[in-house]
């Protein structure tokens, strides 16, 4: 016994050897020294074989994927004589796990991307902000609806995040200075330092830097500080133009400070396209000299466009015009340098209005290549932007299925030979075809469903009667009617239908879609006698009040779907949606609801997340449910989908289509009731669940769509790895 115990500790003396790099910038846990260094070697080499992925936001929360953390668990190691060691393990299984650096989709996508490429071992490093105030808590009364208030979080205790430091001073932290102008043309100095994210792979044998530059040091200047508390502050024009230049000017810097030498630079959505200007400019000063700003003619910035072209790639978002920066000149030729001015002029035309630089005619015009994030998305761009038409492909996005799939569902996989290795590789999932007529995968995969959906229902039952005792507390009215009801019993069941809904909450997104005529849906519920919990969550931007009031529409829509329903539909909204809170709900709800207006959801991914699930969508045929509706054998559609030639980009109210794709909801609801509750048809039910397994989860995941990055932007990667993702490669194409 004595000795078991003597080797077990020996055991964990070398494994966690094998957990901490050293290099100059600083001490780092959870991959070895090897690994560090095979990493580091690769984004620092000559070739600059590598690519630089530049993005506002980056979604990659600890408390729904940590490879290290497991990785402790598993070996059960809680301490360690050696302090410090001791301490990052403290840090790794104790510390909080949010970094609130995300607003919505675009981030969460950039967290699941990079943790693909860290999987597939493509060497990228990635760069973002940090913002100490994170994008924003949400509170829920329902009397005012949605409250924001700053996020408390401290990047210091949070595990797998180090500030580095200065090889040449070890007790300094290592500082970029970029250069800013302070809106009278004036030069001054920003200053960051930098946050390093270890996003290690699943083998902690490869990981993919995210450097996160935080401008609140004190020899920042104020207005500079202030711009680096929220993500996405829009308190004004200038407030957003000086992030966009916080992100895109503190591009070259830092691969400078780093040795960083990728060739190619992505821009994830036009917010960094700035390092592109700097890029441009850069390209000016070495062929010109010093001088160039005054000499420098058209053609000569074309000619350096056409050189710095080469060296960019860019994924386009979205048709929302919301989603595409345009500023005034008078107010960006102010924050940046003369040249720039020359340069804007020339390559950031605004069609619209001359008055204007427009920053995604920018990004479009200098790439070497650009996609789009779905089929239908491509087809609204190339619509969008007739000129770049030929360049415009579609590699539609995906979801990293480690992060999504739910741990019930995970052992389910683990236990079935046909899917062996699905961990490493999504592409077995193909296989999951023979599972369909496999009684006992039948019977796990809802055993396992059932157990996720518990958790949910208890998570909202729980908060439910935790708002009714906020009431005596604090000044918040509960945000759920049902909080008020039930003051003994349970409020809902997990055995009833539960329908999910949570995104960003932004008009064309319509999150009350389904509930434009309550009698017809009640009339629905009640005519057939099947109760349902329908489970609503999301941020809407702080400033955009219609946004904003969709949620009070929501809130409002309780008490009256309730009582006309005799109680048989429950409808809850869940405050600060993050993603803890999507993994649970993506994982035990009964189906996922999308409703926005065709075409403005380029892609959408939560509904992904669900897929990978084995759970069904029901959907407008927009974004990805396009290529993942398989003519109804994995969900359900509805609403209009006319060819998108005809379709109007309009965010107008007038335009928005309620009553006709309200309409077409309830014309196809009962039939989802019926399946999901009726013995007979229950088995159509489940063949759609594992349907989506075979059919959606090799498609619409991160491995195979960085994959698609790798051929269409032509990146050249070590042959081992070449090899590893050709199988991805070989699953879809995106581009038909
Ligand atoms: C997946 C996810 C989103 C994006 O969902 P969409 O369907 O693409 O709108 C937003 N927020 C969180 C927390 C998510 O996990």
């Not at 960006?332 to 040249?339: K, T």
């Not at 039948?442 to 908060?463: F, G, K, P, S």
């Not at 498609?699 to 199988?727: D, G, Q, W």
């Amino acid at each position: 016994m004595q000795n078991q115990y003597h080797d077990t500790l020996v055991d964990q003396k070398t494994m966690l050897d094998n957990m901490v790099a050293q290099s100059p910038f600083g001490s780092f846990f959870g991959i070895s020294q090897k690994a560090f260094d095979l990493v580091w070697s690769k984004l620092t080499a000559k070739d600059g074989d590598s690519a630089v992925y530049v993005s506002m936001e980056i979604g990659a929360d600890l408390d729904v994927f940590n490879p290290v953390k497991n990785y402790l668990l598993q070996n059960e190691i809680t301490d360690s004589n050696d302090p410090v060691l001791s301490s990052f393990i403290n840090k790794t299984l104790h510390g909080s796990p949010k970094i609130p650096n995300y607003g919505g989709g675009l981030g969460i996508l950039a967290g699941d991307t990079l943790k693909s490429f860290s999987a597939c071992h493509i060497p990228v490093a990635a760069i973002s902000l940090l913002y100490r105030k994170g994008y924003f808590s949400q509170l829920v009364d329902s009397k005012v609806g949605q409250i924001s208030w700053s996020t408390e979080w401290s990047p210091e205790d949070t595990p797998g995040l180090y500030l580095l430091k200065n090889p040449e001073y070890p007790d300094r932290q290592l500082i970029i200075e970029i250069p800013f102008f302070d809106g009278q043309g004036k030069a001054v100095m920003a200053y960051a330092q930098i946050w390093m994210k270890l996003e290690v792979n699943e083998n902690l044998d490869f990981f993919v830097p995210e450097f996160l530059l935080d401008f609140s040091l004190p020899e920042s200047p104020e207005w500079i500080r202030n711009a680096s508390n929220h993500l996405y502050d829009s308190s004004s024009e200038q407030m957003k133009a000086i992030q966009r230049r916080m992100l895109g000017a503190g591009v070259m810097p830092l691969m400078d400070i780093l040795g960083l030498t990728a060739n190619t630079i992505h821009l994830n959505e036009q917010h960094g396209v700035v390092s592109v200007l700097n890029l441009i400019a850069d390209h000016l000063l070495q062929k010109h000299g010093i001088n160039y700003q005054e000499n420098v003619k058209d053609s000569d910035i074309l000619e350096a466009a056409q050189k710095v072209s080469q060296r960019v790639v860019y994924t386009i978002h979205t048709p929302v015009k919301a989603g595409h920066d345009r500023f005034e000149k008078s107010l960006y030729a102010g924050l940046s340098q003369a040249v720039c001015k020359k340069i804007l002029g020339l390559l950031a035309k605004d069609k619209d209005n001359p008055s204007l630089y427009n920053f995604t005619q920018f990004a479009m015009q200098v790439n070497r290549a650009v996609n789009s994030v779905s089929r239908l998305h491509r087809d609204v761009t190339k619509k969008q932007f007739p000129q770049y038409a030929e360049k415009i492909t579609a590699i539609t996005n995906g979801v990293h299925h480690l992060t999504w799939i739910s741990d019930a569902k995970a052992e389910v996989f683990d236990s079935f030979p046909e899917l062996q290795g699905w961990r490493q590789n999504p592409a077995v999932f193909v296989s999951a075809e023979s599972l369909l007529t496999n009684k006992k995968f039948r019977t796990y995969l809802e055993q396992a469903w059932q157990h996720d959906t518990e958790i949910l229902i208890q998570y909202v039952n729980n908060m439910l009667v935790m708002h009714r005792h906020q009431i005596e507390e604090t000044w918040i009215d509960p945000p759920n009617f049902l909080s008020l009801l039930h003051e003994e019993d349970i409020p809902l069941t997990p055995t009833v239908f539960t329908i999910g809904f949570a995104r960003r909450f932004s008009t064309y997104k319509r999150a009350d879609l389904i509930f434009d005529d309550v009698k017809t849906l009640t009339s629905i519920i009640t005519d057939l006698d099947y109760p349902v919990n329908f489970l609503f969550a999301g941020k809407a931007h702080p400033a955009d009040e219609p946004g904003k009031s969709l949620i009070k529409i929501i809130l409002d829509m309780q008490e009256e779907l309730y009582e006309r329903s005799n109680g048989l539909a429950k409808l809850v909204f869940i405050p600060n949606y993050d993603m803890a809170i999507a993994k649970m709900m993506v994982s035990g709800v009964h189906a996922w609801l999308n409703s926005p207006k065709r075409p403005l959801e380029a892609s959408g991914t939560s509904g992904m997340k669900v897929a990978m699930n084995g759970i069904p969508n029901i959907s407008i045929l927009d974004g990805w449910w396009m290529e993942g509706f398989h003519d109804g054998k994995t969900g359900w559609k509805f609403g209009l989908d006319t060819p998108v030639d005809t379709e109007p980009l309009s965010e107008d109210p007038a335009a928005l289509l309620y009553e006709q794709d309200s309409a077409s909801f309830y014309k196809m609801f009962p039939q989802v009731l019926k399946e999901f509750y009726d013995q007979k048809l229950r088995p159509r039910y489940i063949d759609k669940c594992i349907n989506n397994i075979f059919l959606n989860v090799p498609i619409f995941n991160t491995h195979r769509m960085i994959a698609e990055y790798c051929r269409n932007y032509a990146l050249t990667l070590p042959s081992p790895v070449e090899k590893r993702i050709k199988r991805f490669q070989k699953l879809y194409k995106s581009e038909i």
